[in-house]
T-cell receptor
Framework: AQSVAQPEDQVNVAEGNPLTVKCTYS??????LFWYVQYPNRGLQFLLK??????LVKGSYGFEAEFNKSQTSFHLKKPSALVSDSALYFC???????????????FGKGTKLSVIP | SAVISQKPSRDICQRGTSLTIQCQVD?????MFWYRQQPGQSLTLIAT?????????ESGFVIDKFPISRPNLTFSTLTVSNMSPEDSSIYLC??????????FGPGTRLTVL
């Protein structure tokens, strides 16, 4: 079974400072990893994904994430936070395999990011 | 990418009634899913909507409670039947058009009184 842990319910950061939202995962094989953002009263928006290749993945709105296989982590980062980045962030994992369930995503519980002006 | 719309965007329903949520995609997609996001919680997969056959339900979800239709590759419906307050959630449609990216609709916010 696959699982995702987001150890922080909330992250507070000052505008202009770097931000990190943590994510660790567990799968029996190789993972596909994703980050999504949810603004208030909105659906989920795709930010970035790791499938294969470079461990550092760049995504939308200046976000990036680093895949670390030894630590089974996929932390989301941004060099300089904006107030508009304040939202709920979800990490998700899917195990790489074929079959009917191959597209099932398992989500973390979410981390609320608050960027303080 | 895929543009996904859902109807209704929100609704307030009485206990014991049913609500059908529609999901429309702007392109043909093979894989379509329905998720539930309970208040303050993460997303949980309800089922995979299969075109031309019965949906595949995850553990804890049954067809009698959440019947799903998938008449073609751009459209699906999810019905929440015999609703109770515990069904109050956001229901999201999701698709995987290509390149392993999974996109989500804006969600339907359901409140059951």
């Amino acid at each position: 079974a696959q699982s995702v842990a987001q150890p922080e319910d909330q992250v507070n950061v000052a505008e202009g400072n770097p931000l990190t939202v943590k994510c660790t995962y567990s799968v029996s094989g190789n993972p596909y990893l994703f980050w999504y953002v949810q603004y208030p009263n909105r659906g989920l928006q795709f930010l970035l994904k790791y499938i294969t290749g470079d461990n550092l993945v760049k995504g939308s709105y200046g976000f990036e994430a680093e895949f670390n296989k030894s630590q089974t982590s996929f932390h989301l980062k941004k060099p300089s936070a904006l107030v508009s980045d304040s939202a709920l962030y979800f990490c998700a994992v899917r195990e790489v395999h074929s079959g009917a369930g191959s597209y099932q995503l398992t989500f973390g519980k979410g981390t609320k990011l608050s960027v303080i002006p | 990418s895929a543009v996904i719309s859902q109807k209704p965007s929100r609704d307030i329903c009485q206990r014991g009634t049913s609500l059908t949520i529609q999901c429309q995609v702007d392109s043909q997609v093979t894989m379509m899913f329905w998720y539930r996001q309970q208040p303050g919680q993460s997303l949980t997969l309800i089922a995979t909507a299969n075109q031309g056959s019965e949906a595949t339900y995850e553990s804890g979800f049954v067809i009698d409670k959440f019947p799903i239709s998938r008449p073609n590759l751009t459209f699906s419906t999810l019905t929440v039947s015999n609703m109770s307050p515990e069904d109050s959630s956001i229901y999201l449609c999701s698709v995987v058009p290509q390149h392993n990216e999974q996109f989500f609709g804006p969600g339907t916010r359901l409140t059951v009184l």
